[in-house]
């Protein structure tokens, strides 16, 4: 069975900083754009063209996580636990141990080939050269193939005026930069054309705007690009599923996963509020909230979907809802 998207392609034509929802660390960047951090921006910018839009727009399309991508090859994270990968070229045992532990992501033609139960025994030449992406062909040695590279930059916060202190206060802040084919990649999940153009509308307004930290000096922006009709080989029924978007279980659907035969990881999510509506709110910080990373293999009897959930702090009666999406788009593998 093929499992249909729109894929989305996201090439920056500015550094990227993405936080990690911590209070004055800089010095590290997400390299994984998240899906509710995604579609809250989408729906920031949607909001400001239609005010009546609330949750019923949000429950009314799925998107990903946002993901690296180079050319024509589209990456997926490496499914946690992942058993049926090896290396020819490389010995059993720790050092195989090692290199399979460095892998952060797999192209997707390997990855269609593992989540429906084929092995694979790959060679380290399939690797890039800082090991945390493996292609389905060999790699050249050129030093052009790279998909993306990090930037110290330092900057200096000034002293409040009410402060003791005179002397600027030195910080860092990563930025990535993206080679020229590469970026970052969505899948949106649509069945309704007039959903789906309010979300390319809100997409065009997002790419100017730009995503992540530093927007206000022109971090973040991007240019993006459609390709409908991509499509997945997907196993069908077998219980199993792999989430490409953060994942926040309704109650009955938590009671029906089996965690004991699921391979899972989880990942605290909250940060500062980013208002559309009033300026004053953007000091703020959203409630927090666990939710599973990408990635994750759960083994359920059920279809999973996710909830929306509201993070607006409860001492804030003024505020608006501040919703955080964490329905996923699932794919279904074998049994692991």
Known sequence: MRKQFDLIKLKFTSPLHLGRGQTDFYDKSETVLHSDTLKSALFSCAIRQDKSLGIEFLDSFKISSAFPFSGDTYFLPKPIGLKNLSFKDCASGPKMHKTLKKIQYLDIKLFEKLINGTSIASFASHLSKNKKFLYSEKQSDSGNNWIFKSEDQQRLVMPDHNSSETDPTP???????????????????????PIK??????????????????RNVGN?????????????????????????????????????IALDKSRYSVIKRGGYISSPENDNFLTYRKKWIYMFEEGSIFNSGVSLEGKIIDLKPKTESELHPIYRDGRSIMIPVTTP
């Open 197 to 214: 153009e309010k979300v390319i509308s809100a997409l065009k307004i997002l790419q100017d705007q730009g995503i992540g930290t530093d």
């Open 171 to 193: 910080y860092i802040v990563e930025r990535l930069y993206f080679n020229d084919d590469a970026g970052m990649y969505f899948l949106l999940e649509c069945d309704k054309n």
């Open 220 to 256: 973040g922006q991007f240019q993006y690009e459609i390709t409908s009709n991509f499509s997945l080989e997907v196993h069908e029924n077998s219980g199993f599923y792999y989430n490409t978007s953060l994942y926040l279980p309704e109650k009955q659907e938590f009671s029906q």
